[in-house]
């Protein structure tokens, strides 16, 4: 499937129904397009099968009622149109994008109790996330801007609002001639990519930041079960911007960039190693499983 997101054949379930995908719209009064008031999940289906679909559904419930709405589908009902549009695409490997956001209706100021609560899902077909970077390594730039703090926003839910400054650094990152970026958060530790969370190596033992107040993302909590299958020492713990310059190896995990290693970020280099190259093959077999 090629060209604008909106001009495309398919159908895309919308509120309990299968419809064209070009029909797929929404009033332009819609409360999430004014107020963020949406929370999504991205899926990867792998051989006709959605990796972890579960999870991911209790994740958007979970996301909604953090930012104070209820998706009025059950996570059975959210599975089975899932099931629903995959078998529609005719796609055996696609990715999977579920949707909920308050829409048009008598509120329309900040407060939105009133107006209806809406779901969407869709399923394409979508590649590597950052290209060629799973053999040579993706390059990242720094952002400027930082993960809040966990008392000014509701930083483990998926939620729309929460990517505005994503799509800032991204842009600002490949404007640089970077895949991606990497972000601090509030307090000047290490945090995440703009959509993706990360990995180091040093001395045969992998260290990862802390999600106290980013998303700890479903992938990253499959690859460190990965690593303590293979009785690698995990530390979950917050890292120090300084602490770049010795780490050896570096990978980005997440359901759009799988497990893509790192071979750049400012100027801090890493190899693409042998445990990097471990878990990201062995992660492909798990999802193939």
């Known amino acids: 499937m090629a060209g604008a997101y909106n001009d495309r054949d398919g159908t895309i379930w919308m509120d309990g129904q299968m419809i064209d995908w070009r029909e797929a719209n929404v009033h332009i009064l819609t409360h999430a397009m004014h107020y963020a008031s949406s929370v999504f999940e991205g899926e990867r289906a792998y051989n006709g099968k959605i990796f972890k679909s579960r999870e991911h559904s209790e994740r958007l419930k979970r996301s909604a009622e953090m930012i104070d709405f209820e998706i009025p589908w059950t996570v059975d009902e959210i599975e089975a149109a899932k099931v629903e549009v995959l078998a529609a695409s005719g796609l055996q490997d696609a990715y999977v994008r579920a949707i909920a956001w308050r829409g048009a ?5 900040v407060a939105s109790a009133r ?7 869709a399923a394409w077909e979508w590649g590597a996330y950052y290209g060629d970077a799973k053999m040579k390594g993706a390059k990242l730039d720094i952002s400027k801007w930082k993960r809040p703090s ?70 990253r909590q499959t690859v460190i079960g990965m690593l303590k299958d293979r009785q690698i020492r995990v530390h979950e713990r917050h890292i120090m ?6 780490f050896e190896q570096c990978w980005l995990t997440g359901t759009a960039a799988e ?8 100027d801090y280099n890493f190899e693409v190693g042998s445990l990097t190259r471990d878990i990201a093959e062995g992660y492909e077999k798990l999802v193939r499983a």
């Not at 970077?178 to 990360?198: K, L, Q």
């Not at 911007?241 to 010795?246: A, D, K, N, T, V």
């Not at 497990?259 to 400012?266: A, D, F, K, N, R």
């Open 115 to 121: 107006n209806p609560v809406r779901l969407a899902i």
């Open 259 to 266: 497990v893509t290693p790192v071979g750049q970020i400012g």
């Open 150 to 219: 966990p008392e000014t926003i509701p930083s483990h839910a998926k939620a729309a609002g929460l990517y505005m400054i994503c799509t800032m650094s991204k842009h600002a990152a490949e404007a640089r001639g970077c895949s991606d970026a990497m972000m601090f958060d509030y307090r000047g530790y290490v945090a995440e990519a703009t959509g993706a969370n990360i990995f180091f190596v040093k001395d045969g033992e992998v260290h990862t930041p802390d999600p106290d107040c980013f998303l700890n993302g479903i992938t």
């Open 241 to 246: 911007p300084e602490e770049l310059e010795g």
């Open 105 to 109: 209706g008598e509120d329309m100021g």
